[in-house]
């Protein structure tokens, strides 16, 4: 555990612990469950095969993606590809003087 956090049982140190690439401390294990059974989440790592959530669990514990996991990742991608808008390259060009701009 590295230690440069403090409060653990809060999202922050949870998310910290996430961030460090370590597994939750007991402490805020419990703070994440209290928090999804509050959400209406349930348990997340009892979500079952073909959902992003066992999908993204698999790929943290770096399991062999199986076959259900596999078709929602290819929806899961096609979605987002419906949804998202064109890119629009002259925005990000003028942001970027933008910001040349600004430094
Ligand atoms: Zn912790
Ligand atoms: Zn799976």
Redesign the pocket.
């Known amino acids: 555990m590295s230690g440069h956090y403090t409060g653990h049982g809060s999202m922050a140190a949870h998310k910290a612990h996430l961030a460090d690439n370590e597994p939750d401390c007991a402490q805020c294990a419990a703070y994440v469950e209290a928090w999804r059974d509050a959400h209406g989440w349930g348990p997340l790592d009892l979500r079952p095969?073909g959902t992003s959530a066992?999908?993204r669990r698999?790929e943290r514990n770096g399991e062999p993606?199986?076959e259900?996991?596999r078709k929602a990742r290819a929806r899961i991608k096609q979605d987002y590809e419906a949804v998202r808008p064109p890119r629009d390259r002259s925005a990000e060009r003028r942001r970027r003087s933008e910001w040349r701009a600004a430094a």
């Open positions: 095969c066992a999908l698999h993606i199986d259900a996991c």
